[in-house]
């Protein structure tokens, strides 16, 4: 039987705790998560490339450090705004793990319209991870089957905290805690100083 790989691409933009929470929770179902950053076509970002990387690399390392070595790893080699091109990287890394894509149900009406989703789309499983406000709808999910989709639903429960939101109101408490000080040092999305927990004892 082969082995399993969770590929998780994301715009990370900036990584939220929704984020971190589906890397942790793709820790526990699978042996081995790939996650990278890369450039969404149908969205204009708000931070270069290499930035959301490096913010989504600090995520990783975190959670790394509680569990067993590189079952999480990041691997911006496979990131590119083609899926296609993502999957066909992963597969000649790790030729002997079954790729499971790793998306949100709120891209579930998008997939169809990807390129060449009808090759890409039967190589893989497609897991879906529930997003608050993004109900998984049988109208959705009709035509990924008709191009040969093999869908499994995530048992995940995961925060509401889209990048979307953070991009157009600051809200620390929506950023993994271990990313404030590079944001406020980079004067990344809009936090300050002010965004920063109080050192223990202060007033």
Request: net charge neutral.
């Amino acid at each position: 039987m082969s082995k399993t790989i969770a590929l998780f691409g994301t715009s990370a933009d900036p990584p939220t705790v929704g984020h971190r929470a589906v890397l942790e929770g793709l820790i526990e179902l699978y042996p081995l998560v790939c996650t990278w950053a890369s450039e969404n076509p149908f969205k204009q970002h708000g931070a270069p490339l290499e930035v959301r990387a490096a913010l989504l690399g600090a995520v990783v390392q975190e959670l790394s450090a509680k569990h067993p070595p590189n079952s999480l790893q990041l691997r911006q080699d496979f990131s590119s705004s083609r899926a296609i091109n993502s999957l066909e990287i992963a597969r000649a890394q790790f030729p002997s793990h079954e790729a499971v894509m790793v998306v949100g149900s709120d891209l579930l009406a998008q997939i169809p319209s990807w390129y060449a989703v009808e090759k890409w789309l039967p190589q893989c499983q497609l897991a879906v991870v529930p997003r608050c406000g993004w109900p998984v709808l049988a109208s959705q999910l009709a035509p990924l089957e008709k191009l040969g989709a093999k869908l499994s639903h995530l048992p995940l429960q995961i925060p509401e905290s889209a990048s979307s939101s953070v991009r157009r109101h600051p809200n620390p408490e929506l950023v993994p805690a271990a990313l404030l000080p590079q944001l406020v040092e980079q004067n990344l999305y809009g936090f300050t100083a002010a965004d920063l927990p109080s050192p223990c004892g202060s007033p």
